[in-house]
Nanobody, 122 residues
Framework: QVQLTESGGGLVQAGESLTLSCTAS????????MAWFRQVPGKEREFVGT????????YYADSVKGRFTLSRDNAENTVNLQMNSLKPEDTAVYYC???????????????WGQGTQVTVSS
């Protein structure tokens, strides 16, 4: 069974940092783009950032650019999201996703994790 599992979510204060991890099992994602999305109640799933299969290229949403950093380790079959200078507006469930071609639309991604909650207090 192909599975993506997120971890590292929690409660932090505004201005603090948090790192999320996504571990894949069931197959290798070498050759696949990896991405993070987030969602809050009543809103559509929002693109956060994506990283190419070899880690050589990244693309971020304007709302997180300069604060969040994506990285991946294909030997470990993991992708990480380092989140700095967190704001209350970053509060959401964060999802890991994978696809052969990548992109910024949730509908483009084939594999998804179950999500991890991030709460930023003011």
């Amino acid at each position: 069974q192909v599975q993506l599992t997120e971890s590292g979510g929690g409660l932090v204060q505004a201005g603090e940092s948090l790192t999320l991890s996504c571990t894949a099992s069931g197959r290798s994602f070498v050759g696949y783009a990896m991405a993070w999305f987030r969602q809050v109640p009543g809103k559509e799933r929002e693109f956060v950032g994506t990283i190419s299969w070899n880690g050589g290229s990244t693309y971020y949403a304007d709302s997180v650019k300069g604060r969040f950093t994506l990285s991946r380790d294909n030997a470990e079959n993991t992708v990480n999201l380092q989140m700095n200078s967190l704001k209350p507006e970053d509060t959401a469930v964060y999802y890991c996703a994978a696809d052969q071609y990548g992109g910024s639309r949730a509908t483009e991604y084939e594999y998804w994790g179950q999500g991890t909650q991030v709460t930023v207090s003011s």
